[in-house]
Each structure stands twice: as structure tokens, then as C-alpha cells.
T-cell receptor
């Protein structure tokens, strides 16, 4: 069964600290993996997208890694800011269009 | 605005009523998707439109749900005879074409009393 599992479910960190969010998937065949940030009451916003051949991609303080062999991805946030408080969703695409499989997200709270 | 626009942002209605949710995609985007996000759950795919092709309705949970996309642009999601379990945030996304990054609207929060 195609699944995307994220951990931890929630995380609280102090402003300025780094953190890493995990995503494990069983989706096959695999096309690409995306990380989205969803602020409360808003729609998800794309952070990164990686295909099978890419193993790292950065977007500012966000760095995503992908190990297609172990079917694991991580999202590393450096020097966290209060505005990083949001839900981070891992999305895996098996085939074009409708085969997007969404994780349930990790809720990150950054406190001062 | 240049983003995906959804309306209304919030909708409260009584059980048994019909509701219509609207999505204005980004101009020029040929692919349009509807998702449902329930509390504590991941996004659930509902329906997908690509250009003039027949929509993929495989995610619609029951025949009370339907959607259309007129003129390849605006889309409406209709829920008939609403039930309490329909309460959720309904998100619309569009992309240049299938497989390209999806841009999401802020959703319609639907509450069924």
C-alpha cells in the first residue's frame, strides 16, 4: 500500500535552533518528493521538489534530502525563526497527476 | 492576485443542505485539483481536471460530490445533502500542467451543523 509516514507528529524548538523532520514512504513507482509548508488557515506552499536522481535541495534555510534507496527524506531547518511555526507536509508522487500521496504532516512550533 | 483564489473562505450550513465551493486557478494553469483536509489527517485527493480531458473523479467519496470546470478555468465543487462528516477544509490547487508544482489556494472551511 502506498503510504507516506512523517515524524515526529509535532515538535517544539527554541528560536535560533536547528531541527530535522523525517519522511518515510512506500510509494512505488516513485516520481518525485515534495515538501510543503502550511501556515495555520492557509494553503500549502511548496518548499522543495526532488526527483529520483536528486539527493539534496535547498531553499534558503530549508534543506531537503532524499535517499531513494531507503525511501527516506528529511527536511532540515537551520536557525529557526518564529515564522517557521507551521505544518510541514511531505508529498510523494508515484505517477503524474492523481497519484500524489500526502503525509499527515509535522507541526512545528518555534518559541522565543 | 496571481494566486489560486477560493471562495467562500468559510461556510457553515445545516445538514442536508447543498453547498457549492468555488476555485479560481492561476491564469494559464491547465491542471486543477480538489483536495479535502480533515482535522489531523493528510490531504485527501478528490478530483483532477487536465485541460479538456475527462476529469479523474476517482477520489470523490460518494455520489453526493461532484465538480465541474467551465471553460478550462473556474471550477466548482458541489456537495449535495451535506452530512456532518463532510466538515473539513476543501483545498484547490492548480499547476501549469500535470506533474508540475501545484499552487494551493487557502481553502474553504466547511462546517456542517
Amino acid at each position: 500500500k502506498n503510504q507516506v509516514e512523517q515524524s515526529p507528529q509535532s515538535l517544539i524548538i527554541l528560536e535560533g535552533k536547528n531541527c530535522t523532520l523525517q519522511c518515510n514512504y512506500t510509494v512505488s513507482p516513485f516520481s518525485n518528493l515534495r515538501w510543503y509548508k502550511q501556515d495555520t488557515g492557509r494553503g500549502p506552499v511548496s518548499l522543495t521538489i526532488m526527483t529520483f536522481s536528486e539527493n539534496t535541495k535547498s531553499n534558503g534555510r530549508y534543506t531537503a534530502t532524499l535517499d531513494a534507496d531507503t525511501k527516506q527524506s528529511s527536511l532540515h531547518i537551520t536557525a529557526s525563526q518564529l515564522s517557521d511555526s507551521a505544518s510541514y507536509i511531505c508529498v510523494v508522487s508515484g505517477q503524474a497527476g492523481t497519484a500524489l500521496i500526502f503525509g499527515k504532516g509535522t507541526t512545528l512550533s518555534v518559541s522565543s | 492576485g496571481a494566486g489560486v483564489s477560493q471562495s467562500p473562505s468559510n461556510k457553515v450550513t445545516e445538514k442536508g443542505k447543498d453547498v457549492e465551493l468555488r476555485c479560481d486557478p492561476i491564469s494559464g494553469h491547465t491542471a486543477l485539483y480538489w483536495y479535502r483536509q480533515s482535522l489531523g489527517q493528510g490531504l485527501e485527493f478528490l478530483i483532477y481536471f487536465q485541460g479538456n480531458s475527462a476529469p479523474d473523479k476517482s477520489g470523490l467519496p460518494s455520489d453526493r460530490f461532484s465538480a465541474e470546470r467551465t471553460g478550462g478555468s473556474v471550477s466548482t465543487l458541489t456537495i449535495q445533502r451535506t452530512q456532518q462528516e463532510d466538515s473539513a477544509v476543501y483545498l484547490c490547487a492548480s499547476s501549469l500542467w500535470d506533474g508540475q508544482p501545484q499552487h494551493f489556494g487557502d481553502g474553504t472551511r466547511l462546517s456542517i451543523l
